[in-house]
Structures are given as C-alpha cells and as structure tokens.
C-alpha cells in the first residue's frame, strides 16, 4: 500500500509538471504531518526533510537516532543522517537537482495538505536563507489531494469493508432499540458493537456514533445526550468505522412509531422522500469534471424548493484514511470551505452525500450514503437507505 | 485537570504580561494543536478560534455544528457559531479588547508549542487583513512551556504511576528473559506486560519498547529485531508507558553473564558505574534557573574525562502528555536544539536524564531516569538504577 503511494507519488510528480515535493517533520509523536502515514508509515523525531523529486529520486535527512529505522525500510535511494544540523545536506541536495518548484504542505483550504507548522516552515526558511530556494516555494495541495482522492482497488475495498460493518450494526437498531432509551444508551449499544468487530470509530469515540433524536437545535458535531427516545419523534445516527486505517462514514435516520401506528404521519415520509430524491439526484450528476458546488446545489436547491430549509453545511466531503478526506468538497461558495467546492472532480474519489432537513415538531431527517466517482459517472459504496426504518 | 489548566492559562497570561493568546484549530481529526487536549479536551471542524485574554476572559469562535457541543462544557464566556465565515466575529472581539500582543502557536525549536500550520496562519492573515492585528503577533512557546511544563500534584502522581508500572514490568526481565531471545521476544514479552496493565505505550509501538543488544550501529529511536541475546553482551531496553494521559520514559541495563561467570567484566562495570555517577552529577547540579546546557556539559564531559566517546543526542528531555514534552531541554549548543539549551529550567518540570556510552565488545550502556524540579533543587521519581542487571 505505501510503495503503491510511493509509485503513485512520482506519477503525479510528472503529470502535475513539480520538480520536488519536500516534507517537514519533527517529533511525530506530538504533531504529525497527516501525509506521513501515506509515504513513510512511521515517525520521526528531529527535523527531517523527505524530498521526492519528478526525476524519480527519494531522499530522507534526519536525526542519526531515527536512520536506521529508515534504512531498514529501503523506500529511499538515500538516508543522510545528521547529528548537528540538517543544513549542508539539505542545501546539498536542493543545489545538486536544482528544482524550479519545490511543494511544501500548506494549505488553507485542505486540511489533510496543511501538514507543515508555521514552526517548521521558519525553521526551513532559516536553513535556506542566502539561497533562493525560498522563492520556488509552491503549496502541494493538488498533488496531495490527488494522492489522497484517487483510491486504489485495495483502498476502495477497505473502505467497502467499513462500509459493510456500519451497515450490519445499524440493521440491528430497529429490533434492539426501544422507545425510552436515551441517546446515550443508543451510543453505547452501538460502540458495543462496534467492539465486538474490533474496531475503531472512525472520529473521536465520544461523538461517534453522534445520535439526534425528536425536535432539537443540536448541530451534528455534538455527542449524545441523556435525551429519549419519543413515540412520534425521528431519530438520526451518523457513525463509522476504520477497517485497516479507511473510514465510513454513514447516517440513516428512523420513526418512533405511535402506539398502533402503522406508519410514519405524512410529513414525516414527505420529508424522508425528499431527502431520498435529494440524494438521488445529486449521485446522478456525479461525474469526473464537474464541480462540487454544481453537485451541492442540485440538492441544496431541491429541498428548498420543496419548502424546506437548506442545510447549513456541504452536501458531502471525500472520504478515505481520514472521515473528513482533505481536497474537492461537494460544498456551496461559502467563505469557509475556500476553493475547495470548484475543484473538478475525479475518478477514483469517494465522496458522502449528507443532506438534510429539519421538520418542526419530529427532528432531523438525513441520510449519509458513501458513493465512488467512476470514469463514467458514480456508483454506490452504501446499499442506500431508500424506506425510513421504524421502531415499535 | 482541564479546569485547572485553563486557571494556569490566566495566570501565565499576568504573569508574561501577554495580553490575548490564540488557538487556531481545524479539522481536529486530521491535525490536531497538541495543546487543544490540556485546554478543550476535544476536537473542533471547522476553522475554529480559542481566545484567551490576560482580563480573564474566554471566547470561542466556531462553525455552527460544534457549537452545542462547546456550551457544554461550559468553559467560554462566549461561544460565536458561524456558517459562513468567522471573520466579523473574530475581528469584533479583537477590536474591542485591542490586545497589544497576540500570542500565536508557533515555535520552530519546540513542537509542543508548533500547533499552528502555515496554512491556517495564511487564512489568519486573510480574515485579519485591513487591520494591523498581524503586527501584534508574538510566539507563545514560553506560555505553552510553561503551562506544560509546570505540572500540578496530580500531573505528578499520574506520572508516579506511569513510573511504577513501567519499573514493575522492568523487574520482570531478569527472571524471565534468557541468552537466545530475540530483541523482538524481549520487545513481546514487555508488549504483553503492558496490556495485562490496561495501558498506551509513551511513543509508537514498534518501538516502544526499544530493545537493544551487543555490538551495534543501531541508534535509539529504532524497533527491535530479530538478533538474540548472546552471553557477554549488554542489553538495554526504552520504554513507558501513559497512565490517564501522563507518560513514562525509562531505560535501565542489563548484562549477560557468561556461563560460570558470576559478575560482569572490570569493562562493562567501568561503563556502567560511569553512567551511574554522571546521572548523580547531573542530578545534583539541577535547580530552578539553572540553564539545561549546564546539567548536559556535567554529565558530557564526566563520560569523555573517563576516554568514553560523547553521546549523540541531549542528556535530557521534560516528559507530560508526550513522552518528549517542549520546552527547556537539557542538551548541548547543537543548532538543532535552537535555543532549547539556554531556557532557565523551573520547579514543576519533570525531566528523563539518560547518558549513554559504547563499549565495544559488548554495546550499549544506558540509564534513563525521571526526576523533578523542585523549589530547592530536584528529586528522584524513578527509583535509580545503581547495580547491572544480569541475566543468567
């Protein structure tokens, strides 16, 4: 997996036209450049500096203490390890290839590219200062976005792994779960079984899974109260699991059934359907090429025109070893997402498409399904939810 | 623990005379400022605002979703949810409290206070352009170190804790390990240990712990292989473990006795008292306002005055929620360690030492023990090793 990063790397080196690519680590342990885990796997601990260069050649400068470590991995042509300053190797290095650009890991938009600390980047700056390599300084969004986005088959069948784990726990919840229970008591079924998989949650355990049940203001980040589960109300999960480091990321949402009701009231279905259609309209225009923002507002638009609220986030985001992937963003042009929701998309990425709405006297009706952009157009990763499941 | 972190952030704030510090957070899951766990304890989506002021007050500004999730806790005098951009929130609170200093996380010497990246100081930049906050910009490394460094009573007895438990499973190696293991059986049997205890290894598994037989090119931050403990050789194991967030790091020797061998030869004695006596040298020597560089020249040059090669790293280095905590170092003027050396050390921190020499027929021989400043000088938290260990 991380030799098919390592390959993949160099490919897009050249399709991209960047000479060099560099990455700044120190003291893994305390703050991690989220790309290590792609092309090294491992920490480090003193200032390194990983330069991947077009022409194929792979350096590593780092702390004598860490070189045998990274000898043993054999992924560089080189290993310089340095006792008092990484300098002269470093400047060595830059002046022998000489690169017209060298990406470093900064990026406003794309967190998963935004690996270099402020720090470290003075720290750079020092070591190359009365040379001109400074000026060359070019962000590698692109490129660690299209590392990141464009999965492998393996990739995709872990997340598919994920994918199929979340599910099968959330079939159990309409015969395990009972009017009465709180969120909380939901949770802990649920982190329940996830730990009879052996598995972690794909965020942090507290808010994964997040449960929202009957009216309420709560945003979706927040964890699961003591709050009940009402006859009447509807009732929302978002949850996930890392299969071998690839997430899911998942939601479905389900009606507490009145005492001998047989079904949900019709406001409750009008809602459910419109998000199915929501969903359905959004997949159908998926397709390497266009836009995010062309995506989210298929269905942003829809709702609303069906006498809703928009939602107040994007529709979907990509999804990988990371639940929230870095890169295009199936978002409106709001100030906060930058220019991630007029990336064009690209075969290979797998995205969520998470609309919802909200109905006054129920809760929040959502769905979360995972899908992959093909060549072609998309498929679905999830066995979309297309019937809202109910509870007794 | 949180509570008393953030009544220290106040104080830290009077006592530098620093008007406002900042965290800027993201995308927690992806990269998280490693001191969001002492002042949050949680992570946070969007681009997010911690605001600090010398005046007591508190202020978080953040996207909508985390809100609910934030009043919770109950920390801020304020909570700003935003959709679309924090900028007039954050530019709101600035200009009514007009800070003379902003004090941001980034430290090119001290990771623990590097939290800020390069691409979420540019959308800093970006939200306050068209004022002159940028100009007021200062490093908050010194109130991180300190904050980190200053431990309370019950930082102390977590790390007691994570001591005794690491010290327990080391009285375990001379009965149960023998001449023909593997480093990596060693490194199993510690592994297995640790986990009948319920607990995190202090730094990445593969190395933690770090076993290290015979003669060797082998530097201190590599995992354990397949080589075997022969007779005549000395071994050392690194390792620690975290007890309720609070980390260990302790390495301790062993010899292996020859068979009818009843003591280690006059070398490895030699060595091995040599590093004894330049810990207790180093000890004694600390105190609050003595300057790190100070403490590793004492140890150094006791190791070379006896015809031992230097060693090739800092004798010492503070220990909290990381095993490697920021801050003043105990450590030579190597250009690496920037200004680490020089930083006067204070009552509260607690410290590995750990020197270490090569001898050349039989390896390594290394101590690493844990003490704490105190108001007159320094005390023992680790129960010093004074004998070889010896394996029959």
Not at 77 to 85: E, G, K
Not at 116 to 130: A, C, E, F
Not at 164 to 191: C, D, M, R, W
Not at 281 to 307: C, H, M, N, W
Request: charged share 25%.
């Amino acid at each position: 997996m991380q030799q098919e990063k390592i390959t993949q790397t160099l490919k897009l080196l050249n399709e991209l036209d960047i000479d060099c690519w560099m990455i700044v680590e120190k003291e893994s342990e305390i703050l991690s450049d989220p790309v290590i885990d792609f092309v090294l796997g491992t920490g480090l601990v003193w200032l390194s500096f990983l330069l991947f260069f077009k022409s194929g050649e792979k350096y590593a400068i780092l702390g004598n203490l860490d070189k045998e470590k990274i000898d043993r991995m054999n992924i560089f042509d080189a290993v310089y390890p340095y006792m008092n300053s990484p300098r002269e190797d470093l400047l060595g290095i830059l002046k022998k290839h000489n690169p017209r650009q060298i990406a470093l890991n900064y990026s406003s938009d794309s967190p998963t590219a935004d690996g270099l600390t402020y720090g470290k980047y003075l720290s750079l700056i020092g070591l190359l200062k009365d040379s001109d390599f400074e000026k060359r300084f070019i962000s590698s969004e692109t490129l660690i976005s299209k590392l990141r986005g464009r999965k492998s088959k393996e990739e995709i069948s872990r997340i598919k792994k994920a994918i199929e784990v979340t599910l099968n726990i959330y079939s159990k919840i309409s015969t395990h779960i009972k009017p009465g229970f709180s969120e909380k008591q939901v949770a802990a079924f649920i982190g329940q079984e996830r730990e009879n998989f052996g598995l972690q949650p794909s965020w942090e355990a507290e808010q994964c899974p997040s449960v929202f049940t009957g009216p309420q203001e709560s945003g979706a980040h927040s964890g699961p109260t003591n709050k009940r589960l009402e006859r009447g109300h509807v009732f929302n999960i978002d949850f996930g699991v890392i299969y071998e480091q690839y997430c899911s990321d998942l939601q479905r949402t389900w009606y507490i059934l009145e005492e001998n009701q047989q079904d949900p009231p019709p406001v409750v279905i009008q809602g459910f359907v419109t998000i199915v259609e929501s969903i359905r309209r959004a997949f159908e225009a998926l397709k390497p090429g266009v836009q995010g923002i062309e995506i989210d507002r298929i269905a942003r638009e829809y709702i609303t025109s069906k006498g809703y609220d928009e939602y107040p986030h994007a529709l979907g985001h990509q999804v990988g070893r990371s639940s929230h992937d870095g890169g295009a963003l199936l978002a409106p042009d709001w100030e906060r997402y930058g220019k991630l929701p007029f990336i064009p998309l690209e075969a290979g990425q797998v995205f969520t498409i998470e609309p919802r709405l909200y109905l006054e006297n129920h809760g929040v009706v959502t769905i979360e399904e995972m899908v992959l952009i093909t060549p072609e157009g998309s498929e679905w990763l999830s066995d979309p939810q297309t019937e809202i499941y109910l509870i007794k």
